[in-house]
DNA sequence: CAAACATTCAAACAATCATTTGACTATCAG
DNA sequence: CTGATAGTCAAATGATTGTTTGAATGTTTG
């Protein structure tokens, strides 16, 4: 049954049983490559504390309108912000996901790790 | 005292003072791109729940053993798992700190959420 | 030592990605 | 309508990345 080379962990049939399938990783992986680009992490990190328009986003990380537009559009495309017309303007927020919640969460837990003195929502 | 163009959140100079350095988000989205390949979120997944050596890494997730070993130097070099060698293998595992114990939180509860019904910690 | 196995390394390639630039659409003010 | 502002889109470029291939290193066994 084993059909591994080695046999160093006699449960390991049983750990890739539960694996997920391959799509499912893909899913979730194209997800987590969201959060593996400074400037779209930052563009998140900001969205998950307030709503903010395309301009001031640039302009708050010092980054063109551009690339501010570029990058939410692929935060759209996986379902993470959402943009709301107003005028001129479009506002742009975190979704309303479980996912997108999720990404807060783990966004705010990672600083936690890395640099706790700066963060937001462990003040609260 | 705001610079931005726009003026839609008047806590919005609070927040951004808030906000980690460009520095902390790089490191930040350099552990989470770990993540954001199918591939080594097999590996890292897989390292969450056994301890393995590369053969056996390759052969269960149907790979060659150069694009294990080439992820795994990848994952080594964020500190997210060790190897440790006896005799003719190396064994990799999860690295025993919180960044990669986090991770592992964090994948798991992402499996939660795309895919519920498959993922073994939620079954402890 | 020699042979076999496990793993790493380096070069090469294709694919993806982040960014820039400039053109384009949409909205509002005069 | 005209001009100005907000944002998107598409093409192009340079950088990074995932994968393959084959050679090289390290380890054990005979």
Redesign the pocket.
């Known amino acids: 049954m084993n059909t591994l ?2 046999n160093h962990d006699r449960n390991i049939q049983a750990i890739l049983g539960m694996m997920p399938d391959g799509e499912k990783f893909s899913e979730a992986a194209s997800v987590f ?1 969201q959060l ?2 400074g ?2 992490l930052k563009i998140l990190w900001l969205l998950c504390h307030t709503k903010e ?3 001031d986003i640039a302009a708050a990380l010092g ?5 501010v ?6 935060l759209r495309r996986e379902n993470l912000v959402t ?1 709301t ?1 107003s ?4 506002h742009y927020s975190l979704s309303n996901t479980d996912e997108a919640k999720f990404l807060h969460a783990t966004i705010e837990a990672m600083f936690n790790i890395t640099c706790p003195s700066t963060n937001i929502d462990s003040q609260n």
């Open positions: 080379p080695h490559a593996g680009d400037t779209r328009c395309v301009s980054v063109s309108k551009a690339v537009s570029h990058h939410l559009q692929l943009g017309r005028g001129q303007e479009i």
